[in-house]
Antibody, heavy 120, light 111 residues
Framework: QVRLQESGPGLVKPSQTLSLTCTVSGDSITSSDFYWSWIRQSPGKGLEWIGYMYSSGNTYYSPSLKSRVSISVDTSKNQFSLELRSVTAADTAVYYC????????????WGQGTLVTVSS | NFMLTQPHSVSESPGKTVTISCTGSSGSIASNYVQWYQQRPGSVPITVIYEDIQRPSGVPDRFSGSIDSSSNSASLTISGLKTEDEADYYCQSFDNNNHVIFGGGTKLTVL
């Protein structure tokens, strides 16, 4: 059974960098059939795709966040990470990581999510 | 930019059938696969439909998906509504640049 678990600080100051890690168990992050993705959900709002990366290292980012986002992978730890720079209160959200079936762009499974609050 | 538009909310009575639409802003929604996710309050989204019409194991056959090219829309139909179906539902697809798009979500109330 594949499981994903987000980790990282729950509080980030404005203008700083939000950094989260997703640890994958039950599957290899180098699998060629999947992307590895980050999604967020602001309080009371809908789902927003942040970006994903492929096992080859190719990355794809939401156009609205592209200038501030980086997704990277640590194959030795079977983890992938998110960096979001220059955060503001608008970046306060639950951040999810998920595995994405390449063929269908189907997100499954999802991690439990982690709430990140941007506040001084 | 390609967008997916859903009704903000729908409501129906237990035992009835409800359909939630997801309309593409341009191009052909049939060109790229559509998924549907259910999110109950405080919970992680779960898949109810993938690849336009497929149900993951464990999802009851009361849930079905369809594509209508004439209206450039996808639909999620839930029959025999139960109170446990009350949740937010999101459609999701991707564009030709490999960017993922989520619909704005539809709040289903079963009253």
């Amino acid at each position: 059974q594949v499981r994903l678990q987000e980790s990282g600080p729950g509080l980030v100051k404005p203008s700083q960098t939000l950094s989260l890690t997703c640890t994958v168990s039950g599957d290899s992050i180098t699998s060629s059939d999947f992307y590895w993705s980050w999604i967020r959900q602001s309080p009371g709002k809908g789902l927003e795709w942040i970006g994903y990366m492929y096992s080859s290292g190719n990355t794809y980012y939401s156009p609205s966040l592209k200038s501030r986002v980086s997704i990277s992978v640590d194959t030795s730890k079977n983890q992938f990470s998110l960096e979001l720079r220059s955060v503001t209160a608008a970046d306060t959200a639950v951040y999810y990581c998920a595995r994405v079936y390449e063929v269908w762009h189907w997100f499954d499974p999802w991690g439990q999510g982690t709430l990140v609050t941007v506040s001084s | 930019n390609f967008m997916l538009t859903q009704p903000h909310s729908v409501s129906e009575s237990p035992g009835k059938t409800v359909t939630i639409s997801c309309t593409g802003s341009s191009g052909s929604i049939a060109s790229n696969y559509v998924q549907w996710y259910q999110q109950r309050p405080g919970s992680v989204p779960i898949t109810v439909i993938y690849e336009d019409i497929q149900r993951p194991s464990g999802v009851p056959d009361r849930f079905s998906g369809s594509i209508d090219s004439s209206s450039n829309s996808a639909s999620l139909t839930i029959s025999g509504l139960k109170t446990e179906d009350e949740a937010d539902y999101y459609c999701q697809s991707f564009d030709n640049n490999n960017h993922v798009i989520f619909g704005g979500g539809t709040k289903l109330t079963v009253l």
